[in-house]
């Protein structure tokens, strides 16, 4: 599955979120670490849904395009 992740820059970091898996969250010093931690980070919360038994989110969100 793909999900659709939302990076936004900070004044002296980078935040990054999920918008279909609620609280699926990173946060680094560059573009390139948050990337890194957030897929990380979407590996564990599939991974902790599917151990409880529960339903893993189909992707709903889609990547915007530059206008």
Known sequence: MKYAV???KGPTSYGAHVPDLP???A???TKE???TLIRE???LYV???EED???VPEPQSYE???V
Do not use: M, R
């Open 33 to 35: 670490e948050v990337c």
């Open 47 to 49: 991974e902790a849904l």
């Open 6 to 8: 939302v990076i936004e």
């Open 64 to 66: 915007l395009i530059d």
């Open 23 to 25: 609280g699926c969250v």
């Open 27 to 29: 946060a680094a010093e």
């Open 53 to 55: 038994g529960l339903p």
């Open 41 to 43: 980070a979407i590996h």
